[in-house]
């Protein structure tokens, strides 16, 4: 072709390097080829306009779906797009490979994509050429590989610093950089949250800067597309007056990429490599895929990061806490959230110091394990507190608070009523005497001088917030030296599949066998629920339990043996139970509590005969006198020969005397059954009134009646 001569048209100079063109409509659905471009997808040699599902036959799958890809990608940052396709055949052989270079655009109002450019065969690269020709083969399969362990490990941490360590250990197939940085953006300023690779001060202007900054970060951020510099000359003639600054890190390639989230974007990653890089379409996909699952896993860390942050300042006001040290006495206290969420549920306790110079103890549980229920601890938290500090009475502590959150949760426009158990302690910490109030809640429980745990029952009315006219009668009686109280909520008995019964076995059993520190007590408590914890965990748990935790103890030492071990001191243990005229349903509970203090009695025989007779003595009392009547059973002594004594006193003047029923009488057999059963009984006049007792002692199984028929009476009473 000589000089001057007009250039020949564009389709013969394609035609003479055997390059196709080829025009593809996503709105209409169309490819429009020419002649060498359908010979190269293996169709006739004939220019013609193609639907685009016969020319995606043509592809191997996995390859249009890439094509797909990068057009989007290529059309956001506005470059020119390239990639690689396999052609195959009506039976799916590989014909050929072709390169297809292409500039797409994107109509925002139709919604479609106008996608012009060129194709034309080249040659497979060998596998050694894999990386310096990433496009097909083992490189796509060592990216899709890469792609997936990155998402898996990205979709797994959980804060902040977490994806920094990720991001840090990210190695991309066939190029990786050699320095991270990661910003985020937060009102007019771009913030450093973690690099790697590069060494920042904390006083760097790379730290913290403006937006409006002519810096490539900035730039991503103000305008959601990436900047790709592929050398020193192209970074220093578009950013020249941030260049000096980052000439000293010695790179030769940058990549600055968006983190967009839900069309927001928060911040920017960079990606600094120590060689110059091309930057081709398939490492931008890869740099952009990377980005989107960084930008996933920051939003959700972020998030994390924020409910952390919440739940520490929930917990910071809300959690409980121990005041003070109570002269004479000793407390410990452990309280374990629900697993995962806010690691504040409804679970509560607190130690209030009185205006007489006594101490509340307090243990709640509010219905719920959500938000709403931590508030509203919060909430009836601080008007217990504010009942006490003003002097009023346990009963009337909890009046006053079941009246207070009746009026908060029964709003007709919150339409959530909720109520809570709560269990108030008043203790005289001079004289060891404690006043209990309680309100639906589980009774405490006492550890009694040599080891033995008992449920103390005690007067109770309804939960709060359920009725704001309920009463709350107090319960009295005094903590021994030696002896330990346990409040609990119903986490710590039920969780792991068990019911009050079992669970209070499992929890005795831990009492029984842990004597001294009381702080160890309560750890063994915890652990015997979930495991090992801290004091008053707050910190994330690996578990996740039913039902919160809540365990408050108070111990009074022993005042004249607490330097002997505990092995050596002396086995005695005794329960004392009042029952009114007006409390029969008591006698139920009398004898419960009898068999509590028998639980490791060697003979089940002579268990059921106390039993029978505690019955017995505390029924006549209620039928025969209009007194009440006073429990005592004490058990002394060493395994296998204990003895059980058991005292019923009352102020009635008439003494009791034995009686012969015939068969159809109702009564007039219990002096028969305490002289057959027991292995001695008496009764003895006090000052005012008398008192009934027996023993037995253990292993001996009673004696026969003089006529041989005691075996029977005593079978047909018990």
């Given at each position: 072709m000589r000089t001057g001569e007009p250039l020949p048209a564009v389709e013969d100079v394609l035609a003479a390097l055997a390059t196709g063109l080829w025009h593809w409509d996503t709105a209409t659905g169309l490819v429009t080829a020419d002649a060498e471009a359908a010979r190269l997808i293996g169709l006739p040699p004939e220019p013609g306009i193609l639907s685009e599902a016969l020319v995606r036959s043509r592809f191997h799958p996995v390859d249009w779906n890439e094509n797909t890809s990068i057009t989007r990608l290529a059309a956001i940052e506005g470059t020119l797009g390239e990639v690689r396709l396999r052609v195959m055949d009506e039976r799916g052989r590989l014909i050929r490979t072709v390169r297809s270079r292409f500039r797409p655009v994107y109509d925002s109002e139709e919604r479609v994509y106008r996608v012009t450019g060129t194709i034309q065969e080249v040659t497979e690269p060998s596998p050694g050429a894999a990386a310096q020709h990433p496009v097909t083969g083992d490189w796509r399969r060592s990216r899709e590989a890469f792609l997936l362990d990155a998402g898996r490990a990205l979709a797994e941490a959980r804060s902040t610093e977490e994806v920094l360590r990720v991001a840090a250990g990210l190695s991309m197939p066939g190029f990786s950089p050699d320095g991270l940085v990661l910003y985020g953006a937060k009102g007019d300023r771009l913030t450093m949250?973690?690099?790697?690779?590069?060494?920042?001060?904390?006083?760097?202007?790379?730290?913290?800067?403006?937006?409006?900054?002519?810096?490539?970060?900035?730039?991503?951020?103000?305008?959601?597309?990436?900047?790709?510099?592929?050398?020193?000359?192209?970074?220093?003639?578009?950013?020249?007056?941030?260049?000096?600054?980052?000439?000293?890190?010695?790179?030769?390639?940058?990549?600055?990429?968006?983190?967009?989230?839900?069309?927001r974007t928060?911040?920017?990653?960079?990606?600094?490599?120590?060689?110059?890089?091309?930057?081709?379409?398939?490492?931008?996909?890869?740099?952009?895929?990377?980005?989107?699952?960084?930008?996933?896993?920051?939003?959700?860390?972020?998030?994390?990061?924020?409910?952390?942050?919440?739940?520490?300042?929930?917990?910071?006001?809300?959690?409980?806490?121990?005041?003070?040290?109570?002269?004479g006495m000793e407390v410990a206290a452990r309280y374990i959230p629900t697993g995962g969420g806010l690691q504040v549920g409804g679970d509560w306790y607190d130690m209030i110091p009185l205006p007489s110079g006594r101490y509340a103890l307090v243990i709640g549980d509010v219905q719920g394990h959500d938000v709403r229920a931590a508030g509203l601890m919060g909430q009836l938290r601080i008007a217990l507190r504010a009942y006490a500090s003003e002097g009023h009475r346990?009963?009337?502590?909890?009046?006053?608070?079941?009246?207070?959150?009746?009026?908060?949760?029964?709003?007709?426009?919150?339409?959530?009523?909720?109520?809570?158990?709560?269990?108030?302690?008043?203790?005289?910490?001079?004289?060891?005497?404690?006043?209990?109030?309680?309100?639906?809640?589980?009774?405490?429980?006492?550890?009694?001088?040599?080891?033995?745990?008992?449920?103390?029952?005690?007067?109770?009315?309804?939960?709060?917030?359920?009725?704001?006219?309920?009463?709350?009668?107090?319960?009295?009686?005094?903590?021994?030296p030696g002896e330990t109280m346990m409040m609990c909520t119903d986490g710590l008995i039920e969780t792991g599949g068990h019911d009050i019964e079992s669970g209070w076995r499992r929890i005795r059993a831990t009492m029984e066998e842990h004597d001294g520190d009381l702080e160890k007590l309560a750890?063994?408590?915890?652990?015997?629920?979930?495991?090992?914890?801290?004091?008053?965990?707050?910190?994330?748990?690996?578990?996740?339990?039913?039902d919160d935790i809540a365990v408050l103890l108070l111990s009074r030492p022993g005042t004249d043996r607490g330097d002997e071990p505990f092995a050596v001191r002396p086995r005695v243990r005794r329960t004392l139970l009042s029952v009114a005229q007006d409390e029969p349903e008591r006698v139920a509970e009398a004898r419960q509590q009898l068999r509590e203090l028998l639980h490791d009695w060697g003979s089940p025989d002579q268990l059921d005969s106390a039993v029978l007779l505690v019955s017995e003595m505390l029924t006549n009392v209620l039928v025969h006198t209009d007194v009440d009547a006073l429990l005592l059973a004490e058990v002394s002594g060493q395994v296998p020969e204990r003895r059980l004594r058991v005292e019923v006193t009352d102020a009635g003047d008439d003494l009791p005397h034995k009686r012969r029923p015939g068969e159809l009488a109702s009564s007039g057999r219990g002096l028969v059954l305490i002289e057959l059963l027991a292995d001695a009984w008496g009764v003895a006049p006090r000052g005012e009134g008398k008192s009934i007792w027996f023993e037995l002692y253990e292993g001996n199984e009673g004696k026969e009646s003089e006529d041989g028929e005691g075996e029977g009476l005593r079978g047909e009473g018990v």
């Open positions: 949250l973690g690099h790697h690779g590069q060494h920042i001060g904390e006083d760097s202007p790379f730290s913290s800067m403006p937006l409006e900054t002519d810096y490539p970060a900035a730039e991503v951020v103000r305008t959601g597309r990436a900047v790709y510099l592929s050398s020193p000359e192209q970074y220093k003639s578009r950013y020249p007056v941030t260049w000096p600054l980052a000439e000293r890190f010695g790179r030769k390639s940058w990549a600055f990429l968006p983190l967009t989230v839900a069309g928060m911040g920017a990653w960079m990606a600094g490599f120590a060689y110059q890089v091309s930057f081709t379409p398939d490492e931008r996909s890869v740099l952009t895929t990377v980005a989107r699952m960084l930008a996933q896993a920051l939003s959700r860390a972020g998030i994390a990061d924020s409910e952390r942050e919440l739940t520490d300042g929930l917990q910071r006001s809300m959690l409980p806490t121990l005041g003070p040290e109570i002269p346990p009963d009337a502590v909890l009046s006053r608070a079941s009246r207070f959150l009746h009026g908060i949760t029964y709003d007709e426009e919150i339409a959530d009523p909720r109520f809570a158990t709560c269990l108030y302690v008043e203790a005289d910490p001079v004289t060891g005497v404690l006043e209990i109030a309680r309100a639906g809640h589980l009774d405490p429980a006492i550890r009694i001088a040599d080891g033995t745990m008992l449920g103390r029952p005690t007067a109770g009315g309804l939960p709060l917030g359920i009725d704001p006219d309920a009463d709350y009668p107090t319960t009295r009686f005094v903590l021994e750890d063994a408590l915890v652990q015997a629920v979930h495991g090992p914890s801290s004091h008053h965990t707050t910190g994330p748990l690996t578990d996740r339990r039913e």
